[in-house]
Each structure stands twice: as C-alpha cells, then as structure tokens.
C-alpha cells in the first residue's frame, strides 16, 4: 500500500451542504484539495490514506469516499488522471456536461489527446452521445463529464 506518509489523490462524496466544513479537515495540514465547479458534491483531496481514514472516521457523517474496486480501502487516483480532470474542469469559458460516475460506459475505443483548440491538453476518449461526437474525459470510478464540439482535426490517437 505504500509509505503512510506518502499522498495520493482520493475522491470523496460531500454530503448535503457540508463542502465547506469538509474542505476545513484538510486546510491545517496544507492538503491540496479540488472542488469541480460543475460537481458541487465532490472534493477531491491530496493527502495520506492514514490522514483521509482517521477524518473519514472522526467525521463519518460528513462525506464518504471512493473505494478501490473489490476493496474497502480509499481508491488512488493517478497524479496524470487528475491533472488532466483538473485541466478540464477549470477553464469557466469551457463547459462540459456532467454525466455522472459510470465510467466504464463511456470509457470504449482508442484513448485521445486534443492538441490544439479550447480543449488543448484534454486526454479521454470519443463517444457517440444523442447523436453528436463528444469528448469524454474521466477519473475511472468517479465521475464523467462530455465535451461537444470537439474539432477532430486537433485530435490524436494516444
């Protein structure tokens, strides 16, 4: 499982009206934290499992937080996996549409990059949505959010 002291990103469920009392757990011990404008029940947290799992049980009523498949530890997230989520969700200019956490339905064919255009950097997968071409970008297990009007000619196979 790694160092206790090592960090790693996890995705936790805020319950009803509770963000800001959460986000205060991780702000004295200077963890990176992650708010999607367009997910307003999810945080995402820098931090070591040990930290997440004795606030999770000082604070059980407050938030849950993903698990790994077939598991009842946290689930990691990749540092590049949530740094492109991260890309994704924090231009205000782009908006993307949140389809919720059923990754695996979405996440089919050959993994792209965009190269140039509103959505440079982006990296997910192309998928066929009410009959328009959408670029999908995820964090496996957590959450999907579509892009429309994705040019193809600044797409490129991965």
């Known amino acids: 499982m790694g160092r206790p002291r090592e960090k790693y990103w996890y995705a936790l469920k805020v319950f009803h009206n509770r963000m800001e009392e959460t986000l205060g757990y991780f702000k004295p011990g200077r963890y990176e934290t992650f708010v ?6 999810l945080l995402f947290v820098k931090c070591s499992e040990a930290f997440l799992e004795k606030t999770k049980r000082d604070h059980w009523d407050k938030f849950m937080y993903y698990k790994e498949a077939d598991s009842t530890h946290p689930g990691r ?8 989520f ?3 969700m924090s231009d205000p200019s782009v ?21 140039d255009g ?10 066929r949505i009410k009959h328009d071409r959408k670029l999908v970008v995820c964090v496996q297990g957590v959450a999907v959010v579509a892009f429309s009007d994705v040019r193809m000619e600044f797409v490129e196979k991965i």
């Open 36 to 41: 999607p404008v367009i997910i307003p029940s």
């Open 86 to 88: 991260r890309l994704a």
């Open 118 to 127: 509103p959505y440079k950097g982006y990296e997910g997968f192309i998928h």
């Open 95 to 115: 908006r993307g549409e949140y389809l919720g956490d059923d990754t695996t339905k979405y996440m089919t064919g050959d993994k792209v990059r965009v190269t």
């Open 77 to 84: 997230i990749r540092d590049h996996e949530m740094e492109v």
